[in-house]
């Protein structure tokens, strides 16, 4: 207790934080997929998103966490709420939930799992044990100098994939402009 | 589609009776996507805080947008028409004060005088003055009613209580002179029953001053506030023409513009005697009505002060049969009550009972031109035109 | 204008007279279409003020039909009445004044006279599902629909 | 024990910089249970105010002037029967208060009462906070769908699309002020000083910019600040649903709005979490634009004599309120029946002027003025909002959203780009 005070971050219970996390998010993933109601799902994407949210704060990046916050969480995920709910969820409850694609979702899941035993063995190599810590102070101003100064035309690209999808959603949504 | 709309959200039982999981063409309608919107049926009342009473709208909607609206009335019917038949003319009297009861002098006013037509007798000069005096107070006490919970639907609290501050000045001046301050009962037949008590016109003087600075605060409050403005104009439009078709009366159709009061037009009482002016609107939206009526006022004080200043001494009741038998035949007179035009056609049969007694009540017209003042607007838009519309559903369920 | 019109349907307009300073005329039930048009048409009755109707139970014809009409630009008011016997229906003046809507469904929930080209003729202040027209001499002040009252308010009498 | 604690207070960091779990619970506990309270007084202050808006009383039955109402009516809603609607969604219609109160609650993290007076000081602290207020969007849009009910979902509707459009021109105007924290220009009336610096989005680095450029954001590039500035204020008003943009529990349209089929305990929760919102986002506004916990002229006025006169504000404050309490005691009936009141009237002036007097202990003193000056000013803004709902009328919504998306927006805009260009260029 006495030594308490003291400058700098103190990593407070890491381990158990980041498996909690993981936790959370891999059982509201699952959750999104077996939930009946689409609300329900919705609910727990959100879950997942914000317990993701931490974990970037657990990689000291505290601005992509924000950003997860406002963006996913607070923003696109109220999107969703807002379609789900106002469709017609009676008739999407009588429908089949799963499409049966076995073969296409064995593929898939076998894929996945190779890429992730590959990324296990040969990950060590890949990557060093322990990436350089970047100072939790800097990396705002770091992500703002790359994304306008290396980044910079793939940013001005993704903006303007933004405009067109704005401008399709108006075209598509009145009926008479 | 059954009749369940899109705003159904939880289905009472998801599965299919044969507990057998469909896909989506199957279900039928496949044309049909799920951004087809549906119109959602919304029930506005009976029991809503801005229905003033127990008036229920059905409001057909497209998001927000009114399609239609189907009003629903009758909840407070207690057959005063067929009260009328079982009860002697003097008996009739108190019932009317209840139809409009936030108006009850000038019910009263308007049934007095017209079993004195069937009688063919007139009140004397003293009682119509007074007649007039606490008609027009209470048109005063009227409309600053309607002010204050139309201010309050549109979301303004506070004119709400300004008003009623000071219309419990008018209700103490009723209080004194006739002991009930809502449903007054204050005329009668032929006349007055009470001579005005000592300081009356001293009262009403007092009152006259005090009233017309408050006026101005709540126009102070109102008048320009901008999202008054933004929520009261182009809202709840009604074209001179569709006034008239509709029959809509009183302060309603002159903020379409037709100069048309009966106190000019039919004079009654003593209003011939009086000069004042008719407001009218120019567009028929809900900020004409709310100018209109805030008008009314003063000139109601006008009238008020003219009629302190010249009421005469005399008799205040004049030869009235103890047992009223009017001669058989029919007659119709109507008034300008606070609401538009307010008629009585009784008929007499030579009995001591009138044979039938039709009331015309002004806010059960005025309310049927519900439907084409909101259509297309929002429903923000329905309360404001309900409140506007100044509606009293005891008068129209009567 | 009453001679006009007289000259117009003869026997149709069966007395035209003024009582107490009003005016009133009754009619035919068979020209009453016809004359509600010309009235508001060219005689500016614009204003449908009221109708209403009248039951004498000892009539033949047991009801009058009265509307109540007034002149923006005459000033003036005039009574149109028909006499009808029960059963018999009344052509709808709705598509002449709008405001005939609602004042024909009263006279139909009160009376049970049946307005001809009614868009939707229903009572309206009774609920939807009563029985007996409560106007009608024949209905006693404390009568009431006790199948109705039992079955949706759950009690035995409103009284 | 003792030593361990004045050397906390001697220390210049945020327990939450600290990294010192002791000192940030002890934080969290003090200031949540200072905001409960401090929902609660304004209850009373709104009702009380609200009331004397419109010639009436307010509460007077409860305690001396109503003053015991607040905790009534907790009492009440607490012991109220709990109504979950027969085909509500029982999890999501639990779970939404909790949501809109933990999103409110969650914002005071980093809500900065003094320059060490905060639970912590994220560095992305602003952006915490506007994307934990986007949150109880979902809280709102949930419970209103949950009740199963056409008022309530209307209401959720409407206030989400009201939340999320009123947060983009919030968003703006939050983004000047954090660009003014990066530009030292002196404005055109030449207000301020020019420092060098980089810019920051901790809540305490703004305020420290401010005092460092000598001037509130408020009054920064003359009337840039100020136009953001008002920018913000409509936005949180509207962020916070209350008049005249309380479209979702437009009670004379919507009954109640989203929370129409909730009762007892949950309803509270959803008024405990509006309450805490205002008074969040007032403190944010504090924080942007009306330099935080710093004085009045905290670079003008100078020198030991000010910092007293300044210093003496706060046992001042609580002294007049006693006083207040005191005329009140003189004023009460004198009747029997009013005697409890007029002593408890009395003990609760005994009690400020006690506290007032504390305050001009000089240490106290000098440790409560920054809590004492940001309080202050966000009081200020309360006012604001029950001035707000005792005049004005309520909007349509179709106009909530024009003034949201082509008034406030577009403005919002063109004041970060001038913004911009006047800091680079002055």
Redesign the interface.
Known sequence: MEQAIQPGMQPVATTFFFYLLSGLTLLSGVFVITR?NPVHSALALIFGLLAQAGLYLMLYAPFVAGVQIILYAGGIMVLFLFVI?????????????FNKQWVVGLVAAVALGVLFVVVYVKGKALFPYRIAQPLENSNTQQIGVMLYGQYMFAFEIASLLLLVAIIGAVVMAKKRI | MTD?T???????D???ADDK????LE?GEPDKT?LDTNE?V??MGPQ???THGVLRVILKLDG?KVLGTECV??YL?R?V???A??RTYTMFNPYVDRMDYVAAVSNGLGYCEAVE??L?IEAPPRAKYIRVILTELNRLASHQLWLGTH????????P???TF?DREEILKIFEKYCGARLTTHAFRIGGCQYETYEGFERDVVKFLDFVPPKIDEYEE??TT?R??L??TKNVGVISRA?A?????TGPVLRASG?K?DLRK??PYAAYSDFDFEVPIGANGDTYDRYTVRMEEMRQSLRIIRQAVEKIPEGPIMAKVPKVMKPPV????H?IEAPKG?L?Y?I?SDGSTQP??V?I?PPS??N??ALDIMVRGA????V?AVIGTLDIVLGEV?? | MIAKLKGQYGSGICEANT??G?N?MVVDPSIVSDLLQILRNREQF?????I?A??YPEREKQFDV?W?LYS?SK?E?I?VKIMIADGESVPSAVSV???A???ER?VYD?FGIRFDGHPDLK?????DGWKGY??R?D?G?IQQDQEWVKANLGIESGQ | MLDYITSYLSSNTTPGQAGNVFWALVYIMIVFGGISVAVMAMNWLERKA?AH????LGPMRVGPHGLLQPIADAIKLMTKEDIIPA?A?KFVFWIAPLIILCASFAIYIVVPFGPTHAITDLNIGILFMLGVSSLSVLGVVMAG?AS?S??P??GALRSSAQMVSYEVAMGLAVVSAIVMTSLHGLGPYGVGVGTSGTGTLSMIGIVQAQQEQHVWFLFKFFPLGFIAFGIFAIAMVAETNR??F??PE????L?AGFHTEYSGLRWSLFMLGEYAAMIAVSSIAVTLWLGGWYRPFPNTLTGDTWDLVFSLFPGLTFLALAAIAFVGVRRMPKHPYFRVQTIGLAGFGAVLGLIGLILFVPPVRDRIQDIYWFIAKVAGFMYLYIWY???????????LMKVGWKVLLPIGIGVLILTAILGVVL
């Open positions: 009946k709910m106002l469709v017609n969820l009676e008739r999407s409850q009588r429908e089949e939930r | 369940r899109m705003f159904d959200l939880k289905p009472t998801p599965k299919p999981y469909l896909s989506h279900l799920f959602l919304i029930n809503h805080p801005a927000e009335i009758g019917h057959g028409e067929k009260i038949e079982n037509k069937l063919n201010a309050l639907d549109i979301g303004a609290m506070t709400l209580f300004y501050r409050l109102l506030n999202i008054w933004e929520r569709d008239i078709a509709l029959g809509v037709v048309w037009a039919q035949g029919e007659i119709y109507s035009e008629g056609f008929v044979y039938r039709r015309r059960f017209v309310l049927q929002l429903v923000a838009d309360i369920d009567r | 009582y107490l009003q009133y614009d204003y449908c003020v009221d209403t009248v039951h009265l109540i923006f000033n008011r009574r004044w709008a405001t809507n609602w004042l009263e009160m009572r309206i202040l009774l609920p409560p106007l001499k209905y002040i | 609200l808006f419109q010639i009436r085909e969604d769908w199963n056409h008022y979902l209307i008049a005249p309380d479209l437009a009670e004379s349209e009954t709902r005792a005049t004005f009328p309520r909007y349509r919504f179709d106009q």
